[in-house]
Each structure stands twice: as structure tokens, then as C-alpha cells.
């Protein structure tokens, strides 16, 4: 099993609508979770931070389920600037390392 | 204001060459990474700096060498280069070592192996 799993998509979804995916990890001492955002041919920007107790920044809402090791995010009335590849981050409880995840792309159309 | 920078942004070389770019960041941050991101687009952390000193070192070729200066520079100096190696570098840096810390990334280098 991959430390950092996410379902690669593409996930195609209407202007408006509400999308979810989740992200896995195999590593029950992680601590630490964060969503990036990158753009083609960027490079990744934090999006948020992944609380125990969830969080919410306006459209964007992270969750995490530490029993069944996963976390999510999920984005409502989408724009078509939230095109992008997602990138799911863990630590690694053993070092300093941060393990990514290879991306989910969402594309956003009109 | 740049907060990571990166040079040079496209590198198109030959095989066996030898390459280095370079890295700075203005954050005043303690941490400093490098990352390859291949085609596959996974993003894999090679090196870790902090305050001058190397904290992780990935199972990376000994054909590449990192160099940091000061703890505002890190610099990666790719020898013999090999087809590979093609793949985008991202240099990157975080206040410290700490876990919950973000990450800022620098705008990436392309570098093409022909």
C-alpha cells in the first residue's frame, strides 16, 4: 500500500457543483495533514491545513477521519479557477519528512 | 517580492554534462528542500537543509550534491546528467523542521536531459 494514495481523475465537474475526494494514508502515527493546490506548470501552494476537528475556509471545507486514515476535501459552487491538482500531504510521525501525494486533477467547466 | 527563487527556470542540457541551480529564499526561514517532480507528476523529496546543515538525505544518486552556503541558499549541483534526470526541481522552504509547518515553494526548474 502507497503511504500517500488519491484517486488521480480527472474529476470533470459543472461550474457550480459541489466536489469531494479524499485522500488515504498508511501511517497511523501521522500528525500532521495538508491540501496544496498547483497549477499546470507551478508549483504547489498550501491551500489549507487539515485539523483534527475539521476546518472550513470559505469554499473549502478539510476533513479528517484518523480511523480510517483518511482526508478530505471538499469544494462548493466551484469556479472554474479551482482547476487545478490537488495534492494530499502527510508527515512522516519518524522524521521530518513530508510524504505527497501524486494529485488529484480537477477540471472545472462552464 | 520573490520569497523563492530558483535559476535558471529552463535547463536543457546534454548527457553527461554537469548542471547546478541555484536556490534562495528571503523568508528567513530555517528549513530549506529539494524536490523532483517527474512525469508522473509525483512529487519526491530528495534533500533537506536545516540551518546549513543536511537533516535528510533521500536515496538519491551520488551524482547529485546539494550546497547550502547559508541558510538562505541551497544550491544543487547534478553531475553526469542522464536521461532520467529529466524532470521538473522545486526548491522549497519552511521556518523549520517543525511538522506542522507549510512549505513555500520556489517556481521550479525544467530541466531536459537530451
Known amino acids: 500500500r502507497k503511504e500517500v494514495e488519491q484517486d488521480p481523475g480527472p474529476f470533470n465537474v459543472p461550474e457550480g457543483a459541489t466536489v469531494a475526494f479524499n485522500c488515504t494514508y498508511s501511517?497511523?502515527?501521522?500528525?500532521?495533514f495538508f491540501w496544496y493546490r498547483q497549477d499546470c506548470r507551478k508549483e504547489p501552494k498550501l491551500l489549507m491545513s487539515?485539523?483534527?476537528?475539521?476546518n472550513e475556509d470559505g469554499r473549502f471545507t478539510a476533513q479528517l477521519n484518523r480511523a480510517s486514515q483518511y482526508i478530505s476535501l471538499l469544494i462548493r459552487d466551484s469556479k472554474l479557477s479551482d482547476s487545478a491538482t490537488y495534492l494530499c500531504?502527510?508527515?512522516?510521525?519518524?522524521?521530518?519528512?513530508?510524504?505527497w501525494g501524486a494529485g488529484t486533477k480537477l477540471i472545472i467547466k462552464p | 517580492d520573490t520569497a523563492v527563487s530558483q535559476t535558471p527556470k529552463y535547463l536543457v542540457t546534454q548527457m553527461g554534462n554537469d548542471k547546478s541551480i541555484k536556490c534562495e529564499q528571503n523568508?528567513?526561514?530555517?528549513?530549506m528542500y529539494w524536490y523532483k517532480q517527474d512525469s508522473k507528476k509525483f512529487l519526491k523529496i530528495m534533500f533537506s537543509?536545516?540551518?546549513?546543515?543536511?537533516?535528510i538525505n533521500e536515496t538519491v544518486p551520488n551524482r547529485f550534491s546539494p550546497k547550502s552556503p547559508d541558510k538562505a541558499h541551497l544550491n544543487l549541483h547534478i553531475n553526469s546528467l542522464e536521461l532520467g534526470d529529466s524532470a521538473v526541481y522545486f526548491c522549497?522552504?519552511?521556518?523549520?523542521?517543525?511538522?506542522?509547518?507549510?512549505?513555500?515553494f520556489g517556481p521550479g526548474t525544467r530541466l531536459t536531459v537530451t
Open positions: 522549497a522552504s519552511s521556518p523549520n523542521l517543525g511538522q506542522g509547518y507549510e512549505q513555500y
Open positions: 523568508l528567513g526561514h530555517d528549513t
Open positions: 537543509y536545516n540551518n546549513k546543515e543536511l537533516i
Open positions: 501511517n497511523s502515527a501521522s500528525q500532521s
Open positions: 487539515v485539523y483534527s476537528s475539521g
Open positions: 500531504v502527510v508527515n512522516t510521525p519518524s522524521n521530518y519528512q513530508l510524504i
